[in-house]
């Protein structure tokens, strides 16, 4: 399923006081939305006025200039200056105003206050990882916002092309694996929101979507200072399970039933021997385990030849890798 399929289907869009965007929108939930949805209506309304202006006139024209019969010969046409100039002009004109439009509110995206929320998002596949570098906060396909405050992304990708989108918010910026993007928006609405993936990513990426939680000030502070979403401590316990969540959740699963995702569950793997495409079998040890984070080209279980797992070298230190090896040792009865 597309992510618009599932934006139609799947998942509804909240909002405090059940006020829409209007017939043909979600509702406006940011600064932002209030001008794409003004030049939506000014280029949906001019399409209307002009496609029922030109059918009428084809269908009048049509009607009146009908021929009466064979002997009825065309007078001589000559061409109309005036007639020329205005079907150049105006739709020129138009196209001027639409450009215009356009372009202010895409530069606004870009013009961040210094009083912004800083917000850090890295798609990587299946899912999205959102970041408070002031908060100390970390959370996983949830993206938790002050009402009334603007807040300004910088994004990333760890593999591919993805691009983050929030529907209510009018805001989507490609996420790219070489470079940071961003925009920045202020919320207006208290509720609740999807948001998605939309630049087809794999076989899972109808399922990268999230939930941005649009809080009131008061809120906001509550949520700041509780549990929800704590930012990654190695000395914590569940730092090696919330480490798999972040980078292997998305392709494998940790539990006894939980079957195979992209690749397969990794409950009960350690010690235990895999068929490798073109080699001897392999134990599935700590080295194994660590290479295949590293370097997952290099020994291929049979049956994921095609599955091209990406590689972590230089997106995990030691102490990362250590958490998350330690973590799948412990994935047993």
Not at 27 to 46: E, K, N, W
Not at 327 to 333: A, E
Request: charged share 20%; hydrophobic share 40%; net charge neutral.
């Amino acid at each position: 399923m597309s992510a618009l399929g599932s934006l139609l289907t799947s998942a509804p869009i909240l909002v405090a006081d059940g006020s829409g965007g209007g017939f043909w929108m979600p509702p406006q939930a940011s600064d932002f939305a209030v001008g794409v949805d003004g030049l939506f209506d000014f280029i949906l309304y001019c399409s209307i006025f002009f496609f029922v202006l030109l059918m009428g006139l084809t269908v009048y024209f049509a009607v009146k200039y009908k021929k009466k019969d064979d002997n009825q010969r065309t007078s001589p046409i000559h061409h109309s200056f005036k007639l020329e100039f205005l079907w150049s002009a105006i739709p020129t004109v138009l196209m001027v105003i639409v450009f215009a439009w356009g372009f202010r509110d895409f530069t606004a995206l870009s013009q961040t206050p210094p009083d912004a929320l800083d917000v850090r998002i890295l798609g990587q596949k299946w899912s999205w990882t959102i970041q408070y570098p002031t908060l100390n906060k970390e959370c996983a396909n949830k993206l938790v916002l002050p009402v009334d405050r603007p807040f300004t992304t910088t994004m990333s990708s760890s593999d591919v092309i993805h691009s983050f989108w929030i529907p209510a918010m009018r805001a989507k910026r490609d996420v790219l694996p070489s470079r940071y993007t961003g925009f920045t928006v202020t919320p207006t609405r208290v509720g609740t929101y999807p948001f998605f993936c939309t630049e087809f990513c794999g076989q899972q990426h109808s399922n990268m979507g999230g939930t941005v939680q649009v809080l009131s000030q008061d809120d906001f502070a509550k949520w700041v200072a509780s549990k929800d979403c704590p930012g990654l401590d190695p000395e914590s316990p569940d730092y090696g399970p919330r480490l798999f969540k972040k980078f292997c959740a998305s392709c494998h699963t940790d539990t006894k039933d939980g079957g195979r995702l992209v690749g397969p569950t990794l409950w009960g793997k350690h010690n235990t021997m895999e068929k490798i495409v073109g080699g001897p079998d392999a134990l599935i040890d700590d080295n194994y385990i660590r290479e295949s984070i590293l370097y997952p080209e290099k020994q291929i279980v049979v049956g994921y030849e095609g599955e091209n797992m990406p590689a972590f070298r230089g997106r995990l230190d030691d102490l990362q890798l250590n958490a998350i090896v330690d973590y799948i040792k412990t994935l047993k009865d």
